[in-house]
């Protein structure tokens, strides 16, 4: 409702007039945008029906018109005017966006169909009317907005999970492999040590090589017991080798490998952590140390290397071991 002009009495918007006549100082103005049709009875001079075929303002009764059609008339082309050029951003479609390009494939054409916006309001049947359908359309206009937006958010979120997946996945496949190698070349070369050193050949040095063997012909006359003590003797000689050896007391040979367990026990440290990483992203911590701990089991064979990983695991990623050492 709105208030008459002349009487200020209060009447619904469909019971108002206005003026037409040229030079008639109530006449429409109609100088000033008006948003809503709410506005517009407040910005122009309106009559009730007394006033205007009855009243002050009788003599201009053939120059009155219907105040409500005109209002939604007027404020439906100033609104609906922004609400197209919104609307026209969103025809274009371009295939480079992932939503537009979906767009694309289910319409089957890189634009959409105008929408007659300003038709469309102006056929409201009230200003209440007007405001809903109003409402629908900036709700339209904030959704596709919305999903265009974030839809690109969320396959460029996606997009970087799963790069960063494959990258994990990746890299410990990559160090795995190259642990795995390093671990084989260090295994032969202990063999080959340990083979060598039975055998009496220094490792490294070419003239205690032939001193040993002369040593070795010399004392073949020689008992068993000789023999044995001869071979001790030249197993004992410093030699520049990477294993440490030594001799128990029933005449048998022991090789430890020196710096190989713990330059070993690093690398696995690092596989396995970066593993257990991995495997978190996809399971629960429980599930991801069961599978540690059986990739341990079948890798690693050495009880003590195993109990310092092990130890390591539990320390870092506060955890218990969910194996039992054999």
Same mark, same amino acid.
């Given at each position: 409702?709105?208030?008459?002009?002349?009487?200020?009495?209060?009447?619904?918007?469909?019971?108002?007039?206005?003026?037409?006549?040229?030079?008639?100082?109530?006449?429409?103005?109609?100088?000033?945008?008006?948003?809503?049709?709410?506005?517009?009875?407040?910005?122009?001079?309106?009559?009730?029906?007394?006033?205007?075929?009855?009243?002050?303002?009788?003599?201009?009764?053939?120059?009155?018109?219907?105040?409500?059609?005109?209002?939604?008339?007027?404020?439906?082309?100033?609104?609906?005017?922004?609400?197209?050029?919104?609307?026209?951003?969103?025809?274009?479609?371009?295939?480079?966006? *992932?939503?537009?390009?979906?767009?694309?494939?289910?319409?089957?054409?890189?634009?959409?169909?105008?929408? *007659?916006?300003?038709?469309?309001?102006?056929?409201?049947?009230?200003?209440?009317? !007007?405001?809903?359908?109003?409402?629908?359309?900036?709700?339209?206009?904030?959704?596709?907005?919305?999903?265009?937006?974030?839809?690109?958010?969320?396959?460029?979120?996606?997009?970087?999970?799963?790069?960063?997946?494959?990258?994990?996945?990746?890299?410990?496949?990559?160090?795995?492999?190259?642990?795995?190698?390093?671990?084989?070349?260090?295994?032969?070369?202990?063999?080959?040590?340990?083979?060598?050193?039975?055998?009496?050949?220094?490792?490294?040095?070419?003239?205690?090589?032939?001193?040993?063997?002369?040593?070795?012909?010399?004392?073949?006359?020689?008992?068993?017991?000789?023999?044995?003590?001869?071979?001790?003797?030249?197993?004992?000689?410093?030699?520049?080798?990477?294993?440490?050896?030594?001799?128990?007391?029933?005449?048998?040979?022991?090789?430890?490998?020196?710096?190989?367990?713990?330059?070993?026990?690093?690398?696995?440290?690092?596989?396995?952590?970066?593993?257990?990483?991995?495997?978190?992203?996809?399971?629960?911590?429980?599930?991801?140390?069961?599978?540690?701990?059986?990739?341990?089991?079948?890798?690693?064979?050495?009880?003590?290397?195993?109990?310092?990983?092990?130890?390591?695991?539990?320390?870092?990623?506060?955890?218990? !071991?969910?194996?039992?050492?054999?």
């Amino acid at each position: 409702m709105s208030a008459c002009s002349a009487c200020f009495i209060y009447a619904p918007h469909s019971q108002l007039f206005v003026c037409v006549k040229e030079n008639c100082g109530y006449a429409l103005q109609q100088t000033v945008p008006v948003l809503s049709p709410s506005l517009f009875y407040r910005r122009e001079k309106v009559f009730c029906g007394s006033c205007a075929f009855r009243g002050v303002h009788s003599p201009h009764k053939k120059y009155m018109k219907p105040a409500e059609p005109i209002a939604l008339k007027t404020a439906s082309g100033e609104v609906g005017t922004k609400i197209e050029i919104s609307l026209e951003k969103f025809a274009e479609m371009s295939a480079e966006t *992932p939503v537009d390009y979906f767009m694309i494939s289910m319409n089957g054409s890189k634009t959409l169909p105008k929408i *007659p916006v300003i038709d469309y309001l102006s056929a409201s049947g009230s200003v209440y009317e !007007w405001h809903s359908r109003l409402s629908m359309l900036n709700e339209t206009v904030r959704t596709l907005n919305d999903c265009r937006v974030q839809g690109s958010s969320y396959v460029k979120e996606q997009a970087d999970k799963l790069l960063t997946a494959y990258s994990d996945v990746s890299q410990a496949v990559s160090e795995d492999i190259k642990f795995k190698e390093s671990e084989d070349s260090n295994i032969r070369n202990s063999r080959q040590t340990e083979h060598r050193i039975r055998m009496g050949i220094p490792c490294n040095q070419k003239d205690d090589e032939n001193a040993s063997l002369s040593s070795i012909s010399s004392s073949s006359g020689k008992s068993s017991i000789s023999s044995v003590s001869s071979t001790n003797t030249v197993l004992q000689v410093p030699v520049k080798t990477d294993s440490e050896t030594t001799v128990n007391g029933d005449g048998e040979i022991t090789t430890k490998p020196t710096n190989f367990i713990d330059e070993t026990v690093r690398q696995t440290n690092i596989v396995m952590s970066r593993r257990f990483d991995v495997l978190r992203r996809f399971s629960t911590v429980a599930e991801a140390a069961l599978q540690i701990a059986d990739r341990l089991d079948s890798r690693i064979k050495c009880i003590n290397h195993k109990k310092e990983v092990i130890s390591y695991m539990e320390k870092t990623y506060s955890i218990t !071991w969910p194996r039992q050492l054999n």
